[in-house]
């Protein structure tokens, strides 16, 4: 069984791009530095938000559920989504000021997110096989 054939039904057909490769290494880099000079790591909230990045950004994007998203999201438009993502910053915010999560969950939350997509981008690179703007040499 190839990578080809079981990530097929789970990753986006295009290949990434380079901005995409650049943003997700430097953002592992960045996190992993950050696990590893920190003390106290909840490995299960890092766990825990890998697998649910996986899930929701592999096979339930790729969904009845997925597509149907993204099809609205062409209407909702940047400020929609710039709004929504202000909403999603305050209300961890609010969550972490008034619960007081420790910082040790809340990182180990982030980095998750960021491990999570950046597997999702290697596997995509390695099931197309290439990178967008990718340009091989060949010999004449």
Known sequence: MSLRSIAAGWL?????TWDQVIVTALASV?????IYETDAVSWAALGGAF????AVAGPVAQSSVGRRLRQRAPRLGRRAVAVGIAV???VVWV????IAVPASVVTALGTGIVLGVAVLVVFQ????????????R???
Request: net charge neutral; no cysteine.
């Open 12 to 16: 986006p057909e295009a290949p990434p």
């Open 30 to 34: 960045s996190t992993a530095l950050t």
């Open 51 to 54: 697998a649910v990045t996986v």
């Open 88 to 90: 999603f910053a305050v």
């Open 95 to 98: 969550t972490v000021q008034t």
């Open 125 to 136: 690179a390695a099931s197309t096989g290439t990178i967008s703007g990718w340009s091989e």
């Open 138 to 140: 060949r010999p004449k």
